[in-house]
């Protein structure tokens, strides 16, 4: 039972989104003249050249709502020849394509993507509408106010204006900071409940800076994980009419992981890096390099005395410490009932008769184990036995044949998030040594439990703990292993992963994990890095939040 889900099903979605700059516009032509006169002023100084180049703005009503220059038309070209070789073979053109309100940009997001072409029945797909949190910073200038409702339906018609009757951005003196407190709605607001999975968003040079800002302070804070092909990806300008694609992906509705390409790189963005192949599109097949490669059966633990607990009481306050000590809790590190005891068994014996290669049953080299004591019991349940000997229950066994007995390793990073309830505490390695001989507890680095405490651990924390074990699987050098493990676990790193599958093999990925359940996949590292570490001894990778706890 998954003590941390809500009454809904865990959603986890992604969406391919198009970043556009605007094409050159008049005022910026303006601008740079201006720089350009002061540099042979000798103002070699940036601030020098930034005042002539917003002293040559101010006050110019001839560049309210600067349209696009003819050089910036020809950048819309230009970027639209690249964009049509992407979406013509890799990526789909937007479903929806979102646009600040000011004619730079609204010019640009119409020729980029044909808005206008009605007839167009490619064209014709994109449904346009204007919002006012993407506009570009309000210091006062008239080349970054927009026109009229009036004005600007008539001359962009295919654009939904019905957002723009109201907004809580000031009219001028608008900082930096107040624009990124604006991304940083949108993206949490906004941008999730758009529906569509390919989307465009056409801004401002001081937008897509700030947007880029926002994502890096989640990075820092570890709620997120990016990939970016540039250096410096958090302060590295978009060019006038340059687009960016970027796949956005989100779990039980926070953003997780952020993927940006340039649309060069774009063209290769499926398997960039990857060192698999892709059957022909009609297939159905992937193809993946054997070595790369790593069977994994996931195992809930059997039912637990929590569970029960849990489940006669119809809510989980049972599993709360109250006013004492944590590890005072009768269900503190919950063992298992009679009924998962039988559960675990009856496991045991599905992997002894279950033909594996050329032995009747399921060959495992690894057995990765959390160190909570209803997973260890059902991991010895299921594969403890006499050194040598085959599993009970098998030809095998019957036979006497010797059979090397799979390690028993007891990782840190697989245990059920922490925090809060009892039952996800744990027992002193030392103490666990002494109830489970059996197993290797070299790699679990704290003999006390330095993870448990009153707070709940972070989806985010847990969701880059489940990754981070992944990674570590990866470099093992046992081909078939076995990871006994909970629900909750499962589902925080199962949810990352599913968005390329049919529907039926994603709900069948995504769904809850019951108590015993054997969930099986095949992993495949795209890192060459990886592949050099397999046979390397890997210590924990387990990362203690900052917060005390």
């Not at 730079?104 to 919002?131: H, V």
């Not at 924390?461 to 909970?486: I, K, M």
């Not at 968005?499 to 890192?527: F, G, M, P, Y």
């Amino acid at each position: 039972m998954d003590l941390n889900a809500s009454d809904d099903s865990p959603r986890s979605f992604k969406k391919i989104i198009y970043f556009v700059r605007h094409a050159e516009a008049v005022h910026n032509v303006k601008e740079r003249e201006a720089v350009q006169e002061a540099i042979a002023r000798g103002e070699t100084d940036k601030s020098q050249q930034d005042e002539a180049r917003r002293a040559v703005l101010r006050g110019d009503e001839s560049l309210r709502d600067a349209p696009l220059s003819e050089h910036g038309i020809h950048q819309v070209s230009t970027s639209f020849e690249s964009l049509a070789a992407l979406t013509s073979s890799k990526i789909p053109r937007p479903e929806v394509v979102l646009v600040s309100p000011l004619r730079r940009t609204l010019m640009t997001a119409t020729e980029l993507f044909g808005g206008k072409n009605t007839n167009n029945e490619e064209g014709s797909q994109c449904r346009f509408t204007a919002i006012e949190m993407l506009r570009e910073k309000r210091t006062g200038l008239s080349c970054d106010e927009r026109s009229d409702l009036e004005t600007i339906r008539a001359e962009f018609p295919h654009v939904d204006l019905s957002g723009l009757d109201g907004t809580d951005i000031p009219p001028i003196g608008e900082d930096n900071i107040a624009v990124r407190a604006r991304t940083a709605k949108f993206l949490d607001e906004k941008l999730p409940h758009i529906e569509g999975n390919y989307l465009a968003i056409v801004s401002h040079k001081g937008w897509l800076r700030e947007f880029r800002k926002t994502l890096k302070s989640r990075v820092d804070e570890g709620r997120i994980r990016v990939d970016f092909d540039l250096d410096k990806w958090d302060t590295t300008l978009y060019d006038n009419a340059e687009v960016r694609v970027v796949a956005m992906r989100w779990q039980d509705g926070e953003l997780t992981s952020v993927v940006s390409r340039s649309v060069t790189n774009a063209l290769s963005m499926v398997d960039d890096g990857f060192q698999y192949s892709l059957g022909p599109p009609s297939s159905g097949f992937s193809m993946f390099l054997a070595h790369r490669t790593t069977k994994v059966h996931f195992i809930v633990h059997a039912e637990g005395h929590h569970n029960v607990a849990a489940r006669n009481s119809g809510c989980n306050g049972c599993l709360l410490r109250g006013n004492a000590p944590a590890i005072d809790h009768p269900l503190y590190d919950a063992s298992l009932t009679s009924t998962g005891v039988k559960q675990a068994e009856i496991l045991r014996n599905v992997l002894a008769t279950r033909p594996s290669g050329s032995r009747s049953f399921t060959a495992f080299d690894l057995v990765v184990v959390s160190p909570l004591t209803r997973a260890l019991e059902t991991a010895q349940l299921i594969f403890g036995r006499d050194p040598g000997l085959a599993p009970i229950g098998s030809p095998e066994r019957a036979a006497g044949l010797p059979i090397r007995a799979p390690q028993l390793l007891v990782r840190e990073e697989c245990r059920e998030r922490y925090g809060h309830f009892v039952c996800n505490g744990r027992q002193p390695v030392s103490q666990l040594e002494e109830n489970f001989p059996a197993f290797d507890f070299s790699e679990v680095l704290d003999e006390n439990d330095v993870l448990h405490g009153d707070e709940i651990e972070s989806a985010s924390h847990c969701r880059d703990r489940a990754a981070r074990f992944l990674e570590w699987l990866s470099c093992r050098p046992e081909g078939c292993v076995a990871v006994v493990t909970h629900g909750s676990f499962l589902r925080h790193l199962f949810g990352q992963f599913g968005d390329e599958l049919q529907e039926e093999d994603r709900e069948s990925l995504h769904r809850e994990a019951h108590n015993c359940e054997l969930r099986s996949v095949v992993i495949c590292s795209h890192k060459k890095e990886q592949t050099k570490q397999r046979m390397m001894r890997h210590r924990s990778t387990l990362r203690v939040p900052s917060t005390n706890r």
